[in-house]
């Protein structure tokens, strides 16, 4: 039994928002959370949800953001809407608020920082990352993760924030995030969470490292555009490097042959998005003088299920809920391949709600990886 | 107080500030993420890199972690 009656989850495929919304709150049932996410569809009316959500729980902080699809253990899909409940059974403590992000990435941070100490009655600087976690969710249409994640890091260097970038049908155009009763494009959604049992922080991908490394030595970071690579042409050096030559060079290239930032033997992903003349445009900045390795996809159903286990088995006890950040490359990747209901059964050992991002973050922007928090 | 003139002196003082592995290892994935220098991996053209130490203190004092030798 993997249920309790104050951590539930809820999907719904209604694209009509007051439908999604009733059907959420179907979903959940009887429960008194404390903290209520929910992930839907650009397309759909978050405020009209979060605001249903509110109403429905008005003792729980309610935040979510738009998606490009979203799953539960209930369902998955795109165009309709997801929601957690976590009661204070997994959740002793939370803050959340809004970071507009109008005057700038660091100001609206800081002022959020500023709201969420006010809240705890205590700088969110000084929690202990062994009792609290961060989570955010991202303006994700903009390009402006980075600068998110590192001014987070300058408000509360050892708080790690675990989340993701909202979605938009990966158009990059616009996307929303909800907290405090309001709806925002330009914003971040923050919070910070005292989990009432141990808890793991969750960040893998399906791809290792091949002996190919290339190291970058002319890019523009601001425009995630990465030029030269050992002093070649952007482009023709990553085309040798999958042996095939420029002209052939398109997405299926792009989706499975990532470059890699080796951490400590752990690959941080960096995804192509497209050539732009002899450079490559990425989904996150490269640095000059960074050293890429190229990586090589593995199963991603295996994956996804093994680093589940991996890190949930130092909890202890199985976990019993999970807020899940899934990339849209790889959800992609799971409609090619036509192994959405073996991907998503992968993670169905535990009640949750996660959505396709526009990218994930841990301690700073990543691609093609799925990031979350467990909760035991 | 003696500045700081090699990465290596950077990292040890980091790791004297920052004594519990969890806590350098959040901070040094920062730092790497930001300036592409890993205080664990410390490459030969980075050890002596004035511009680069300069680069990786300033990201230090704007995250309020201060390390002995790390002012101007």
């Known amino acids: ?376 | 107080m003696t500045h700081i003139q090699t990465m290596e002196a950077l990292a040890e003082a980091l790791r004297a500030r920052l004594p519990l592995p969890s806590n350098f290892y959040v901070v040094n994935t920062r730092l790497i993420l930001q300036t592409g220098v890993n205080l664990r991996k410390i490459k030969d053209e980075q050890s002596q890199d004035q511009a680069l130490i300069r680069k990786v203190l300033d990201a230090l004092n704007r995250m309020g972690v201060t390390i002995e030798g790390g002012s101007p």
């Not at chain 1, 003792?59 to 998606?67: I, Q, R, Y």
């Not at chain 1, 680093?307 to 976990?319: H, N, Q, S, Y």
């Not at chain 1, 959505?355 to 093609?368: F, K, R």
């Open chain 1, 1 to 376: 039994m993997i249920a309790n009656l104050a951590t539930r989850s809820a999907y719904t495929s209604q694209t009509d928002s007051a439908q999604a919304a009733a059907e959420l709150i179907a979903g959940l049932g009887a429960v008194t959370p404390r903290l209520v996410v929910f992930f839907a569809t650009v397309e759909q009316d978050g405020a009209l949800i979060g605001n249903a959500l509110r109403l429905r729980f008005p003792e729980a902080h309610v935040a979510g953001c738009s998606s490009n699809g979203e799953f539960s253990e209930q369902g998955h899909g795109t165009g309709g809407a997801v929601a957690l409940a976590l009661g204070s059974d997994v959740i002793a403590q939370v803050a959340s608020t809004l970071a507009i992000l109008d005057d700038g990435v660091p100001a609206g941070i800081e002022a959020a920082a500023a709201a969420l100490s006010a809240q705890l009655g205590q700088s969110i600087r000084d929690l202990d990352p062994e009792h609290w976690v961060g989570l955010g969710f991202l303006e994700g249409a903009t390009g402006r993760e980075e600068k998110i994640n590192e001014a987070l890091g300058n408000v509360a260097p050892l708080l790690p924030f675990v989340g993701g970038s909202a979605g938009d049908r990966i158009r990059f155009e616009r996307t929303w995030v909800y907290a405090s009763g309001e709806l925002r494009h330009n914003a971040c959604a923050l919070l910070v969470l005292r989990p009432a049992r141990p808890f793991a922080i969750l960040k893998t991908c399906h791809f290792v490292a091949t002996p190919a490394e290339v190291t970058v030595t002319k890019a523009d970071p601001e425009k995630r555009l990465i030029h030269e690579l050992d002093g070649r042409p952007a482009v023709e050096r990553y085309a040798e490097l999958l042996g095939v030559s420029v002209a052939e060079l398109g997405f299926p290239h792009y989706l499975a042959n990532p470059l890699g930032l080796m951490i400590d033997g752990e690959p941080w992903l960096r995804s192509l998005i497209r050539s732009e003349g002899t450079s490559l445009f990425f989904a996150c900045s490269v640095l000059e003088g960074m050293t890429l390795k190229l990586m090589r996809a593995q199963d991603i159903v295996e994956n996804a299920a093994t680093a589940f286990a991996k890190a949930t088995e130092p909890l202890g006890v199985p976990p019993r809920a999970a807020i899940l950040f899934n990339c849209a490359y790889r959800m992609i990747e799971v409609q090619i391949k036509g192994i959405g209901d073996a991907y998503h059964g992968a993670l169905s050992s535990v009640v949750h709600a996660g959505l396709h991002s526009n990218g994930e973050s841990y301690l700073g922007h990543i691609n093609q990886t799925l990031t979350g928090i467990v909760f035991s």
